[in-house]
């Protein structure tokens, strides 16, 4: 899911944009697209016509964290991981990374991961 994640975002761009105020003139500007959750044939005709496809620039963390509260529960984790691994596994793997047991993964837990190899 976050594979897919990561390539929708990067096509989604016919919503808003980010307002961004110009250092040196104080006047905004349009800034980074806003997506608004559904790619139009259009957005992927632009897309496929791209000779260079831009990616999402979120990290991991941030594209697992559907919910965008900042911290992973074990839905969420188990987007990280192949559908092939058994549910059971993933989320012994979540439990032993829960260093404070919260049921919650921070991004500071959530760092150990390269350690596990996901």
């Known amino acids: 899911m976050v594979e897919v994640r990561k390539r929708f975002l990067a096509i989604d761009v016919s919503g808003d944009f980010d307002v ?5 003139t104080q006047i905004e ?3 980074d697209p806003i997506p608004v959750g559904f790619v139009t044939q259009e957005e992927i005709k632009a897309y496929r016509a791209l ?3 831009p990616k999402s620039t979120l990290t991991k963390f941030e594209l697992a964290d559907f919910d965008g509260d900042g911290v992973l529960d074990p839905i969420e984790f188990r987007h ?3 559908p092939k691994v058994p549910i059971k596994n993933t989320d012994r793997q979540f439990k032993r990374l829960d260093l404070d047991k919260s049921l919650l993964l921070t991004k500071s837990e959530f760092r150990k991961i ?5």
């Open 80 to 82: 990280l991981v192949s």
């Open 20 to 24: 961004v105020i110009d250092p040196e």
């Open 29 to 31: 500007t349009q800034g």
């Open 51 to 53: 000779e260079t496809k």
């Open 114 to 118: 390269k350690a596990l190899d996901l």
